[in-house]
Nanobody, 116 residues
Framework: QMQLVESGGGRVQPGGSLRLSCAAS????????MGWYRQAPGKQRELVAG???????NYADSVKGRFTISRDNAKNTVYLQMNNLKPEDTAVYYC??????????WGQGTQVTVSS
């Protein structure tokens, strides 16, 4: 069983930056693909970015060039650096750890609000 705790959300003006962190515990971090998802009001949860243990990453088209996902295996932590934020980035952001359908864990979510 893995526990995930997100932090770093908040309110920021358009064009601003935030850095989300997700601290993992309770299982072997390096065995998991880590990801950030988001869910805006009235919309389905969507993948924002993912990172394999090898460091290979993938991003949603809407955030390419603005967001960067990274992981620190020594600290069991995954990060999401978000730059040039836009109002449409407003959502609850969730950390995910995936190894198999039976080893698929979620954090509690952190709110990101982009508004002037």
């Amino acid at each position: 069983q893995m526990q995930l705790v997100e932090s770093g959300g908040g309110r920021v003006q358009p064009g601003g930056s935030l850095r989300l962190s997700c601290a993992a515990s309770g299982s072997i971090f390096v065995l998991y693909v880590m990801g950030w998802y988001r869910q805006a009001p009235g919309k389905q949860r969507e993948l924002v970015a993912g990172i394999f243990n090898s460091g290979v990453t993938n991003y949603a088209d809407s955030v390419k060039g603005r967001f960067t996902i990274s992981r620190d295996n020594a600290k069991n932590t995954v990060y999401l650096q978000m730059n040039n934020l836009k109002p449409e980035d407003t959502a609850v952001y969730y950390c995910n750890a995936f190894r198999s359908p039976h080893n698929d864990y979620w954090g509690q979510g952190t709110q990101v609000t982009v508004s002037s």
